[in-house]
């Protein structure tokens, strides 16, 4: 049986677009390290669940691989980290801040 790597539940907010991620008080935040770290595949299925059912707020939730870091979890994936940093427009989105 394969190990379960552990996750975080992530998604789009249906208005702006921008990429959230579930925290373990049920808010959705733009910041990955507030994201609730899962490192147990049944309460990991059980969020992702709870997130494809707030259709109103978010569309094209799922499980990402993450790992622990100093801050909260970290993306373990290049896409994931490409997503942490929002629009490759510097006009828009996180990077904007960067200005």
């Known amino acids: 049986m394969a190990?379960?790597?552990?996750?975080?539940?992530?998604?789009?907010?249906?208005?702006?677009?921008?990429?959230?991620?579930?925290?373990?008080?049920?808010r959705w935040s733009r910041r990955h390290q507030e994201a609730e770290y899962l490192d147990d595949e049944a309460h990991a299925q059980l969020r992702l669940l709870y997130a494809m059912g707030q259709g109103k707020i978010v569309v094209g939730a799922y499980l990402a691989d993450a790992k622990p870091g100093p801050n909260?979890?970290?993306?373990?994936?290049?896409?994931?980290?490409?997503?942490?940093?929002?629009?490759?427009?510097?006009?828009?989105?996180?990077?904007?801040?960067?200005?």
């Open 3 to 26: 190990r379960f790597t552990p996750k975080v539940v992530t998604a789009n907010a249906l208005v702006e677009g921008d990429v959230v991620y579930l925290t373990a008080d049920n």
């Open 72 to 99: 909260g979890p970290e993306p373990a994936h290049f896409r994931e980290v490409f997503r942490t940093r929002g629009p490759s427009n510097y006009f828009l989105g996180k990077q904007a801040e960067l200005i």
